[in-house]
């Protein structure tokens, strides 16, 4: 069974190997014991944490995989919540302009396009550093993982901002080089994309940030292949960008000051897996008196023993949800506990606006 | 040979000039009425100084535009060449240059420390004195003409000081390639600037250059975004152009990081005050007599400085000795100086 929970010391060395096998590299999940370890802790202590109103904290959570009966399992996937963008810091964000450059004396009207370094987002709350095992690419788990976390959002709203981003990993050509960073990080932090990467993850984006060039770049002076780039998606991520435009995200226009990748934004009330979700007390029944159902993703209510997992949304005629004994202990939840549940499939999976 | 104030009967020589010195030489276009209105304008400043060097309204853009006259029998007073001074430059139309900046992108973190030539669009110089226009026809490119065009301006600026302010500038025409092409425009201007370099050189030669400031990048360009052939093009000047520019870093003026929008080449400057040829230049008393020797290489130059329009200047055969420079009477005639009257000189 498939459950996902808050990450815990005892995660480490799968979180490691994951940050190893993400593809592309993510700059949130840095493959370094230390900063893992630390990111671990710190999730901890935000769940900890009494908090009234979004700020440094991080909630990294993982994805289980528990064979039968057994309770404890391989941890397949992982993905993180950061309260706030910019945390103690600012998150930097390239933000594409439009000027008009008109000249009433030659009678022309120029649009120009520019990137602006912008910290807008730094208080919007960010879900990132998400990846999973290979296996499980494209199936109902990576559903579960990407949108348990709305199920703990939709939880503890003043612990999160009105506005939720996601940053998408940006486009890579073949030799896995970012054009963008070609053209534009490099003149001004000489490394490759990949040690930029890694040293962003290993200490801190805003470092690098700092260097990069702080005023407007004019696109007409990029290269073609930079240009292309922005608001680009890496190929292996294409459907996890749809999925999240099905959720309800948008395309902003900020892209990544590194890469370019598209951010996509939502107002958090607008998700809908947060706004179709709904409460239900639960009723345990023998799993093979189940009725099928469409799946559906079901909390708990707590805090630090949040788990999330996939059930059928089969309701009695009073509204309870019904779910097995293995289920229900899995939820840490007994009989007439109230379940937060949300459908796993995407009723409105319309197209996202450019 | 004479320098003189330009006038009015000058015009059909003044637009064989300026159909003669081709593009990049954006302040002599090609066209009658643009002609005709700077010489009214030139003539308006020569005449509202014409009582003296009375100080200047520091408002006014006035423009001392001169030609030089070749007053040989055989050179019938053909114009051989023109130079020009403009006193204030972008106070009726905004004077726009690229500044070369650095900025220090640093970092004790990533162990980085690099700086990064950015250009930053600047009319800095606004209100500073240019000296501008210089052309010599082919055929007079001799017997020192091309120095006596371009320091009598000198002559004249430290004769008449208080017309002028505290800082000269002059802009140097930009490097172009073989197929006559800017490469900095083909990289910056081009993308802004719905035209090519030929028609963006003439609107601003026309004095036409508000779409200059209406289309323009206002933030700064990264040269690192810039082509390896535009960013080559930083500060240099058309080959043609590099007697000029020795001339004038002769005289002291320095490239202190302001290019052209247009072609990136050079603005060189320097407090006028500061200028050799303003600071080394002296007055003496002519004293006219006849059969004196000449020179083989003539050394000096020489300007009578009455008022503004009276101005000429020319080369003397001559070293003044003391206070006093004996000159031929047909020098004196060049110069319209009387016995006695003085007259600025300087050694070149």
Redesign the interface.
């Known amino acids: 069974m498939l459950v996902v929970r808050p990450a815990q010391p005892g995660d480490l060395p799968a979180l490691e190997r994951l940050a190893g096998n993400a593809m592309p590299r993510l700059t949130n999940l840095p493959a370094h014991r230390d900063r893992l370890e630390e990111r671990i802790a710190r999730s901890s202590r935000s769940l900890a944490s009494q908090i009234d109103y979004p700020g440094d904290e991080i909630y990294s959570f993982v994805l289980e995989d528990c064979p039968g009966n057994a309770s404890s399992g391989d941890i397949v996937g992982t993905a993180s919540i950061r309260a706030q963008a910019g945390g103690s810091e600012a998150y930097y964000t390239y933000r594409q302009e439009t000027l008009i450059h008109a000249s009433q004396q030659l009678d022309v009207r120029r649009e120009v396009q520019v990137l602006s370094l912008s910290h807008e987002l730094s208080e919007v709350t960010l879900l990132c550093a998400l990846t999973l095992d290979e296996r499980y690419k494209d199936t109902s788990a990576h559903y579960l993982l990407r949108r348990a976390r709305l199920m703990f959002i939709a939880q503890y709203p003043e612990r999160f901002a009105d506005t939720v981003a996601v940053a998408m990993p940006g486009y890579l050509d073949a030799d896995n080089l970012s054009p963008f960073w070609e053209s534009v990080g490099r003149h001004f932090f000489d490394r490759s994309f990949q040690e930029m990467n890694a040293f962003a993850g290993v200490r801190s984006k805003s470092f690098i940030a700092e260097v990069m060039p702080q005023f407007p770049l004019y696109l007409p002076l990029l290269t073609p292949e930079a240009r292309a780039s922005i608001g680009r998606e890496h190929p292996l991520h294409e459907t996890a960008l749809a999925d999240f435009i099905a959720e309800g995200f948008r395309r902003s226009r900020h892209v990544d000051i590194f890469d370019a990748g598209p951010i996509l934004k939502a107002e958090r009330a607008k998700l809908h897996g947060i706004a179709q979700c709904g409460w239900h007390p639960v009723r345990i029944r023998p799993e093979q008196s189940l009725p099928d159902a469409e799946l559906a993703l079901v909390a708990n209510q707590r805090l630090d023993g949040f788990r999330c997992l996939l059930a059928r949304y089969a309701l009695t005629p009073t509204g309870q949800l019904m779910l097995s004994p293995e289920q229900a202990e899995r939820l840490d939840v007994e009989e007439g506990r109230a379940v937060l549940v949300t459908p796993l499939k995407l009723l409105d999976a319309d197209e996202g606006e450019l | 040979m004479r320098i003189r104030p330009i006038v009015h009967a000058d015009i059909e020589d003044l637009l064989q000039i300026a159909r003669e010195t081709g593009v990049g030489f954006t302040s002599l276009p090609d066209n009658r009425e643009f002609l005709e209105a700077k010489l009214a304008h030139t003539r308006a400043t020569f005449e509202r100084h014409s009582h003296g060097a009375a100080p200047s309204a520091a408002d006014e853009p006035e423009l001392y535009f001169f030609v030089l006259e070749d007053d040989s029998p055989e050179g019938a007073n053909r114009i051989a060449g023109c130079c020009a001074i403009e006193a204030r430059v972008g106070l009726d139309t905004p004077f726009y240059n690229y500044r070369v900046g650095r900025?220090s992108?640093?970092?004790v973190?990533?162990g980085?420390h690099?700086t990064?030539d950015?250009l930053f669009l600047s009319s800095d110089h606004t209100g500073d004195a240019e000296v501008c226009s210089l052309y010599l026809r082919p055929e007079y490119r001799r017997d020192r003409n091309g120095v006596l065009l371009s320091k009598s301006r000198w002559l004249f600026m430290a004769s008449f000081r208080a017309l002028f302010p505290e800082r000269v500038l002059a802009e140097m025409r930009g490097v172009f390639d073989e197929q006559h092409q800017s490469p900095f425009w083909e990289?910056?201007g081009r993308?802004?600037f719905?035209?090519d370099f030929r028609d963006a050189d003439r609107?601003t030669g026309l004095g036409?250059k508000?779409?200059i400031g209406?289309?323009?990048?206002k933030?700064?360009?990264?040269t690192?975004?810039?082509s390896e052939a535009a960013r080559a093009c930083i500060g240099q000047v058309h080959e043609h152009t590099r007697p000029a520019l020795a001339m004038l870093k002769k005289e002291g003026l320095r490239w202190e990081g302001y290019i052209d929008i247009f072609d990136g080449g050079p603005t060189v400057e320097s407090y006028l005050d500061d200028v050799l040829a303003v600071r080394d230049s002296r007055t003496v008393t002519i004293d006219i007599a006849e059969g004196l020797p000449s020179e083989e290489r003539t050394s000096w130059l020489a300007a009578t400085f009455k008022a503004p329009d009276d101005f000429r200047a020319a080369w003397v055969g001559r070293a003044p000795t003391g206070d006093i420079l004996m000159v031929t009477p047909e020098e004196a005639r060049r110069l319209g100086a009387v016995s006695g009257e003085p007259l600025r000189i300087l050694s070149a």
């Open positions: 900025m992108h640093s970092s973190q990533l980085l690099r990064i950015t990289c910056l993308h802004f719905p035209m609107l036409q508000s779409f209406e289309l323009m990048p933030f700064p360009i990264y690192p975004f810039l």
